[in-house]
């Protein structure tokens, strides 16, 4: 079992930045791929970022966040992060970390076996 918990979401105006963070439980994290996802209200959860097992030095970004956000992870703290700069009133959404034990995460949310209770982030024009 892995248990998630996602800090650093709060409410920032519109081109600021906030950085959230993932820590998991249990001693294998480094054996898992993790992704970030975000629900806005009415929609459905969209995958964000995600980045591979490991070291982490595959990583990949949906197309409304790239060149905006980096995914990075510390396995020695057990925990994975995103970088959220250039922040945009669309950017609004619950941000929930998720992990899958394989090499590479995925965009699909179904592929995942783990969830965080998510963080709000607001961001405010």
């Known amino acids: 079992q892995v248990q998630l918990v996602e800090s650093g979401g709060g409410l920032v105006q519109a081109g600021g930045s906030l950085r959230l963070s993932c820590v998991a439980s249990?001693?294998?994290?480094?054996?898992?791929?993790m992704g970030w996802f975000r629900q806005a209200p009415g929609k459905e959860r969209e995958f964000v970022a995600g980045i591979s097992w490991g070291a982490g030095t595959r990583t990949y970004y949906a197309d409304s966040v790239k060149g905006r956000f980096a995914v990075s992870r510390d396995n020695a703290k057990n925990a994975v992060y995103l970088q959220m700069n250039r922040l945009k009133p669309e950017d609004t959404a619950v941000y929930s970390c998720a992990a899958v034990n394989r090499v590479l995460p995925g965009t699909d949310r179904t592929n995942y076996d783990y969830w965080g209770q998510g963080t709000q982030v607001t961001v405010s024009s």
């Open positions: 249990g001693r294998t994290f480094s054996t898992y791929a």
